[in-house]
C-alpha cells in the first residue's frame, strides 16, 4: 500500500492541527493504520493507531486527550486531529499500514509515507 502524508505545517503552542494520509494501492481496506512521529535526534515514536476491522483506536501516553485518530474507509484514508499542541509534538509525522493496530513498534509496521513535518512553536 502507498502512503501519503499532508497538514503539516507551523502552529503556535496550544493550537491545532489535522493531519491526514491517503492510502492507495489496495482494493480493500483490511488493514491497520497508524502515525508515528520523529523528532531530530530522536528515534521514531509511537503516536496512534486504529484497527480496521473494530475501528479500536490506541494511543501513546503522551498524546492521549490531545490527539485523535479516524478513519475513513471509503476514502481509504485516515486522520490525525491534534490540539492543544505544545513544542515537544514538533516532527516529522509518520503514517502507518500493515501492523498490529496495538503494536508500538515501528519495526512491526510494514508501510510508511514519506512524512509530513509539524513545527509548534512556543
Known amino acids: 500500500v502507498q502512503l501519503v502524508e499532508s497538514g503539516g505545517g507551523l502552529v503556535q503552542a496550544g493550537g491545532s492541527l489535522r493531519l491526514s494520509c491517503a492510502a492507495s494501492?489496495?482494493?480493500?481496506?483490511?488493514?491497520?493504520m497508524g502515525w508515528f512521529r520523529q523528532a531530530p535526534g530522536k528515534e521514531r515514536e509511537f503516536v496512534a493507531s486504529?484497527?480496521?476491522?473494530?475501528?479500536?483506536?490506541y494511543y501513546a501516553t503522551s498524546v492521549k486527550g490531545r490527539f485523535t485518530i479516524s478513519r475513513d474507509n471509503a476514502k481509504n484514508t485516515v486522520y490525525l486531529q491534534m490540539t492543544s499542541l505544545k513544542p515537544e509534538d514538533t516532527a516529522v509525522y509518520y503514517c502507518?499500514?500493515?501492523?498490529?493496530?496495538?503494536?508500538?513498534?515501528?519495526?512491526?509496521?510494514?508501510?510508511w509515507g514519506q512524512g509530513t513535518q509539524v513545527t509548534v512553536s512556543s
Open positions: 486504529i484497527n480496521w476491522r473494530f475501528g479500536s483506536t
Open positions: 494501492g489496495r482494493t480493500s481496506t483490511t488493514y491497520n
Open positions: 502507518a499500514a500493515d501492523g498490529p493496530a496495538s503494536s508500538t513498534s515501528s519495526r512491526s509496521w510494514g508501510s
